[in-house]
Nanobody, 117 residues
Framework: QGQLVESGGGLVQAGGSLRLSCAGP????????MGWYRQAPEKQRELVAT???????NYADSVKGRFTISRDNAKNTVYLQMNSLQPEDTAVYYC???????????WGQGTQVTVSS
């Protein structure tokens, strides 16, 4: 049921900011931990940040203090505010929904973020 759709990617200079958003239907957004993952060239996909329905957050060490995940349950949308971007942040960013009991995982199509030095 439904689909996760990311937006907000683009090209920015080092030190700049971007805000990614991911929207999905209520049926897969609610009752789920929402998250952002990324995959850089020649690298495996890695966790960036997650946020549970209750507001618990988890961040990769590489983005802690620079990125902020948030969610608007009324809009069925999760955001990733990315500040102080570095070239190492260049990757395709994927939205993720992970629900337990029953377990259901959904992925967005990805949005490209490119940071130039």
């Amino acid at each position: 049921q439904g689909q996760l759709v990311e937006s907000g990617g683009g090209l920015v200079q080092a030190g700049g900011s971007l805000r990614l958003s991911c929207a999905g239907p209520w049926s897969i957004f609610s009752f789920s931990t929402m998250g952002w993952y990324r995959q850089a060239p020649e690298k495996q996909r890695e966790l960036v940040a997650t946020m549970s329905l209750g507001g618990y957050t988890n961040y990769a060490d590489s983005v802690k203090g620079r990125f902020t995940i948030s969610r608007d349950n009324a809009k069925n949308t999760v955001y990733l505010q990315m500040n102080s971007l570095q070239p190492e942040d260049t990757a395709v960013y994927y939205c993720n929904s992970d629900r337990q009991s029953p377990r259901r995982v959904y992925w967005g199509q990805g949005t490209q973020v490119t940071v130039s030095s």
